[in-house]
Structure formats: structure tokens, C-alpha cells
Nanobody, 123 residues
Framework: VQLQACGGGLVQAGGSLRLSCAASGRTFSFSNSVGAWFRQAPGKEREFVAGTSWSGSSARYADSVKGRFTISRDNAKNTVYLQMNSLKPEDTAVYYC???????????????WGQGTQVTVSS
């Protein structure tokens, strides 16, 4: 199973980025899995950012990104997206996508992880 994250980059504060995470693997049923994004800033622990249920009908967000970030998915493409608007310098981090069975904040509940993509927001 592989999760390939992309879309990171350097953006000014107030700008937008869209991250994508594509899943692949013969034994992996992406359409039955929760998709989520975590992030890890330098010197900090990895934290939950957003997650979506397998159908896309439910989503959860960290308080710090509510109203600015939107998670979505396209099961036909085995892809989860994270639209990030009104970016702030404190959003700077490596962003990781993950897949699992439960839509929880705890990273230990996720079985598969992508390699991470760097997001840098300048002030």
C-alpha cells in the first residue's frame, strides 16, 4: 500500500494551497477507509489536521484550521484532498496523509501513511 502526497510549496500568508494524496495497492480498499491529514512543525509533535469518512459525508477538523481548510475525497480516483485557504505562518509544517478505519484524532489509529509534503507560509 502506498500513499503519495503532493501539492506542498511556499506561499505567502493569506494564500492558498491544495494538497493531494493518492492511494494505491492491490489489497487496499481506499473507498472503505478514513482519509486524514496530519502535520508536524519543527520541534513539535505531529498533530491531526483534518479527516473524512469513507463516504465523504463526515469530516473533522482541528480547531486551528476550522473555517480555513476543507478536506474532500474522490474515491473513483483513490484520492483525498486538503484545500488550505487563508494560510498563516503557523501552518508551516510537513503535511502527511494517512488512511485508517476510524475517524479519530489519534495518529496511532491510522494504518497507512504518506511520505509528507512541505508547506511553508511566509509572513
Amino acid at each position: 500500500v502506498q500513499l503519495q502526497a503532493c501539492g506542498g510549496g511556499l506561499v505567502q500568508a493569506g494564500g492558498s494551497l491544495r494538497l493531494s494524496c493518492a492511494a494505491s495497492g492491490r489489497t487496499f480498499s481506499f473507498s472503505n477507509s478514513v482519509g486524514a491529514w496530519f502535520r508536524q512543525a519543527p520541534g513539535k509533535e505531529r498533530e491531526f489536521v483534518a479527516g473524512t469518512s469513507w463516504s465523504g459525508s463526515s469530516a473533522r477538523y482541528a480547531d486551528s484550521v476550522k473555517g480555513r481548510f476543507t478536506i474532500s475525497r474522490d474515491n473513483a480516483k483513490n484520492t483525498v484532498y486538503l484545500q488550505m485557504n487563508s494560510l498563516k505562518p503557523e501552518d508551516t509544517a510537513v503535511y502527511y496523509c494517512a488512511a485508517g478505519k476510524l475517524l479519530l484524532f489519534n495518529e496511532r489509529t491510522y494504518d497507512y501513511w504518506g511520505q509528507g509534503t512541505q508547506v511553508t507560509v511566509s509572513s
